[in-house]
């Protein structure tokens, strides 16, 4: 395959990931109760069944499984199968929630130069991996061409509450 360099096909955001699911109506409970997603507007020209769900700038649209008593079902979490990452505040709120939920959940951690990510990985009700992390922590650095920006802004930007104002925050370099 040629190199492919900059934007070639001029891509602007992450909109949406489709997951197919037993139950529309549990996997949806799920997404807004546990993950804090708000259902939307569905089109009515689709003529099949399914809820479209938008929450932390990305949209999650969970299509009614054809055949959903043979789904296969996931039991072990791990940690490099398939995921969405959400980044969060808290780490230790996490924990405490999902063990409040009674929802199954692995712990991980990573490290790099002296920084340290925290992961926690736990299923959704169809076993598709959900990754909450502080991944905000760890730098993007490109291993060539233009910068990359992180996971979020608040390694380069920080609100000071004292001034209300934005100060920029060097990025750490590896």
């Known amino acids: 395959m040629k190199e492919s360099k900059g934007n070639p096909l001029h891509l602007s955001s992450l909109n949406h990931i489709s997951l197919i699911c037993k139950s529309v109506e549990e996997s949806s409970d799920f997404y807004q109760n ?7 507007r569905r089109p009515g ?6 809820a479209w ?40 709120m996490v924990e405490k929630k999902l063990t409040e939920m009674g929802i199954d959940w692995v712990r991980q951690r990573v490290e790099e130069g002296g ?18 992390c502080n991944c905000d922590n760890m730098p993007v650095v490109p291993l060539a061409g ?20 934005i100060q920029r925050l060097p ?4």
């Open 146 to 165: 233009e910068m990359v920006r992180p996971c979020s802004r608040l390694n380069q930007l920080k609100q000071s509450p004292q001034t209300s104002q």
């Open 45 to 50: 020209s689709l003529k099949f069944d399914g």
């Open 115 to 132: 920084i340290f990510v925290d992961q926690l990985f736990f299923h959704d009700p169809d076993g598709f991996m959900i990754e909450i």
């Open 171 to 174: 990025v750490v370099q590896p």
């Open 53 to 92: 769900l938008f929450g932390h700038g990305i949209g999650i649209h969970l299509l009614q499984s054809e055949d959903p008593e043979n789904m296969p079902k996931k039991s072990a979490i791990n940690p490099k199968d398939n995921h969405i990452s959400f980044q969060c505040e808290s780490m230790g």
């Open 34 to 40: 546990v993950l804090g997603f708000i259902p939307v």
